[in-house]
């Protein structure tokens, strides 16, 4: 093993243990859940409709099936609470896997961003006075890398929010051809409403540098023994939080660019209190509620297909029953592997 790939083990000890098992398949056990078929055979086994809230009985979590851009649902949801920390991952507007459906869709620009402005108005609406706002965002560099670009100006119409960090999670898997540079980067935005609170915390990765001098109490002092902790804050760019789902526990088959649970705690560690509700308008695989259970935040969330809003409650159980984060490559939809007379024509 050269030392690049030690170095890369000992980084994410998850992934070292994975490399150390006999080799195992794969293969998840549900395909991507926006594409055509598919849907159908789920929609039976989801327990809401459009229009209906999930509530959680042990710990008051919110889930439900609403339009991000509707008022009307997003109020449903809220009632007259004011959110301090909105944490939320739209779709980029950029077609995946060659394949272009109701989930992960490519419209025209105009209408994405027509989109993008309603959710937004939306989400400011329901901020208290100091308040965070995080967006996940792409950009399609095949098409002059809308709609982040886009995104950014449009942003600036909404007065009352301030730009705070633009944020970069590295993949450790990217992509791209042998005529470009791999494309390891995702987007986040971080806006702030008012002067809310910031948290300082600390990564994994340990304080190897010395060499930053600096005099105190007429002392000349170096960044180590100034130090509050063995380890790096993060910047700007996240390059110690490990996303090859499926060598991981928590990945969650069928969904496709979820979020780590670990980038989701550290927004909610360093910009909410325990006394905080958090919100995300676009639940997909559940990750914002996963991480507040963990870190004991109340979530409130939904999305506009039944079947993310079932898998985002799923995920909750499946973490109080079992303490795991997701499924691997397992199913999380049981119900379907007898589908058919257990031919699983689709799995």
């Avoid at 995946?96 to 490519?106: A, C, I, P």
């Avoid at 760019?237 to 526990?249: C, L, N």
């Avoid at 499946?318 to 939809?333: A, D, H, L, V």
């Amino acid at each position: 093993m050269s030392n690049n790939n030690q170095s890369t083990l000992t980084l994410f000890p998850e992934l070292a243990a994975q490399c150390s098992e006999k080799k195992h398949d794969t293969t998840e056990k549900l395909t991507r859940l926006d594409l055509g078929g598919i849907k159908e055979k789920l929609l039976p086994f989801c327990r809401l409709k459009y229009g209906e809230i999930w509530e959680d009985p042990i710990k008051g979590h919110r889930v439900g099936v609403l339009d991000a851009t509707n008022y009307g649902d997003v109020e449903r949801i809220m009632g007259d609470e004011r959110i301090k920390l909105i944490v939320n991952d739209p779709p980029y507007n950029v077609v995946v896997g060659n394949k272009n459906t109701e989930n992960l869709f490519k419209k025209t620009l105009a209408d994405y961003m027509v989109f993008s402005q309603k959710w937004v108005q939306n989400a400011t609406a329901i901020m208290a006075k100091n308040a965070h706002l995080y967006i996940w965002l792409g950009a399609d560099q095949k098409d002059g890398f809308q709609p982040l670009a886009d995104v950014l100006i449009m942003m600036r119409e909404f007065k009352e929010l301030r730009s705070r960090n633009f944020i970069t999670l590295r993949n450790q898997r990217g992509y791209g051809t042998q005529k470009n540079w791999m494309w390891v980067r995702q987007e986040l935005l971080h806006y702030v409403k008012g002067d809310p609170k910031f948290k300082v915390v600390y990564t994994d990765i340990p304080k190897i540098l010395k060499g930053y001098y600096k005099v105190i109490n007429g002392k000349r002092t170096e960044n180590m023994e100034r130090s509050k902790s063995d380890c790096i804050r993060p910047g700007n760019v996240w390059i110690d939080i490990q996303q090859v789902f499926y060598r991981m526990q928590e990945n969650v088959p069928g969904c496709y660019a979820q979020k780590p649970v670990k980038a989701i705690e550290r927004i909610i560690l360093t910009s909410s209190t325990g006394k905080d509700t958090v919100v995300d308008f676009f639940a997909h695989s559940g990750t914002t509620l996963l991480a507040g259970e963990k870190l004991d935040r109340k979530v409130y969330t939904f999305d506009n297909d039944p079947i993310f809003a079932e898998l985002t409650i799923r995920r909750l159980e499946q973490y109080r029953q079992t303490s795991k984060c997701g499924w691997q490559w397992n199913n999380p939809f049981p119900e379907v592997d007898n589908v058919d007379g257990g031919q699983q024509r689709w799995i």
